[in-house]
């Protein structure tokens, strides 16, 4: 059976002078993500797992044309990563996860998303937009933890 979100899915990882504990701090900080996510205009916790962790979360991002609003169902996997996928919102589906694997004394840091916005767009125009998008997220994230543990890199 043919996945009808593989044509849509893209990847993105990244050297981060941290911990995988320190990224997942900061991917599960959502209330900051405003502070360092460009488009992040809006971000709150609508609703929590039994252990403390959000559930679903929704978010309003600036994409320059439209506000796009959303709400991703997220689970956890305590430090290695989080999934996520739609629940309701003004795309037709999402689906992601970031990964983090240690590395010497740094995280590779990886992210994975698929996203179908519902209407048609050639690929060659679509995928080098998709790219960037999920570029400069995962550089952003990866300052985000630096800057919270005071460490850097140049590395990437």
């Keep these: 059976m043919c996945d009808p979100m593989s044509d849509f899915t893209?990847?993105?990882?990244?050297?981060v002078a941290g911990t995988p504990e320190d990224c997942f701090a900061v991917l599960c900080d959502f209330a900051d993500y405003p502070r360092w996510s460009t488009p992040v205009q809006e971000c709150r916790v609508?609703?929590?797992h039994p252990d403390?962790?959000?559930?679903?979360?929704?978010?309003?991002l600036d994409m320059?044309?439209?506000t796009l609003r959303y709400v991703l169902e997220y689970t956890f996997d305590p430090p290695h990563g989080a999934t996520w996928r739609l629940v309701e919102g003004d795309?037709?589906?999402?689906?992601?996860s970031y990964r983090f694997e240690p590395a010497g004394d740094r995280t590779k840091a990886t992210c994975t998303q698929a996203?179908?916005?519902?209407?048609?767009?050639?690929?060659?125009?679509?995928?080098p937009i998709e790219?960037?998008?999920?570029?400069?997220?995962?550089?952003?994230?990866?300052?985000?933890?630096?800057?919270r543990t005071g460490r850097s890199g140049s590395r990437s």
């Design 10 to 15: 893209q990847s993105y990882s990244v050297e």
């Design 91 to 96: 795309v037709k589906s999402v689906e992601g």
């Design 115 to 127: 996203i179908d916005i519902g209407f048609w767009v050639p690929g060659p125009i679509r995928r």
């Design 131 to 147: 790219q960037k998008a999920l570029r400069d997220s995962v550089e952003e994230f990866k300052k985000a933890v630096e800057a």
């Design 64 to 66: 320059t044309v439209k």
């Design 52 to 60: 403390g962790l959000a559930r679903r979360v929704a978010f309003a």
């Design 46 to 48: 609508v609703d929590r």
